[in-house]
Structures are given as C-alpha cells and as structure tokens.
C-alpha cells in the first residue's frame, strides 16, 4: 500500500504563484510514475502534469511554459511549481502516483484562483 499526503494548496490571486507538494509513503519502489491531476466542479479529472523517476515529463497542453514538475527521489516526493495562475486554474489538485500498475490517489488540496 502506498500513502500520498499533499499540501500546499490555497487562495491566490490571478498571477500569482502555488507550490504543491506530495511525498509518498508505505511499499514505494524506485520505479515509478507520479503526478497530478485536477478536477474543477462539473468536470472530468483532467492530468495536469507527470513525471517518471528519471525526470521524463509530460504537461497539459494549458499548463506548459507556466507549471514545473519536479521530483524528489530521496525523499519520495514530487512538486509542481505553479506560476501566472489564472481563474481557470482552479479545482481540486490530486497528487498521483502508480507503483507496479497500481494507481494511488492523495485526498486533494484545493487551488483557488481569483480573479
């Protein structure tokens, strides 16, 4: 079993920045895929942005040149550095990781952006 703890999520003005965190706890091993999805009310979870643990990315088409994955190995844990937030940019931020074709889901932070 793996545990995600998130934080860092909160209210922020449009351009402004957020740094998520979520550190991975439990049956972890060194191969793995984490990430972050988000779903705004009324919408379908969407990928925000991915990463392997040799640093290979993977970002949403709305996100990219704006949002940075990155992660920790040592200390299982990935970011996602978030700037020039916009209004659309808010929802429920879940952190996301497969570990041997399982996937494991944190409990989300909530991003709030206003205008």
């Known amino acids: 079993q793996v545990r995600l703890v998130e934080s860092g999520g909160g209210l922020v003005q449009a351009g402004g920045s957020l740094r998520l965190s979520c550190a991975a706890s439990g049956s972890t091993t060194r191969i793995n895929l984490m990430g972050w999805y988000r779903q705004a009310p009324g919408q379908q979870r969407e990928l925000v942005a991915r990463?392997?643990?040799?640093?290979?990315?993977k970002y949403a088409d709305s996100v990219k040149d704006r949002f940075t994955i990155s992660i920790d190995n040592a200390k299982d844990t990935v970011y996602l550095q978030m700037n020039e937030l916009k209004p659309e940019d808010t929802a429920v931020y879940y952190c996301?990781?497969?570990?041997?074709?399982?996937?494991?889901w944190g409990q989300g932070t909530q991003v709030t952006v206003s205008s």
């Open positions: 996301w990781r497969n570990e041997r074709f399982l996937d494991y």
């Open positions: 990463i392997n643990s040799a640093g290979i990315t």
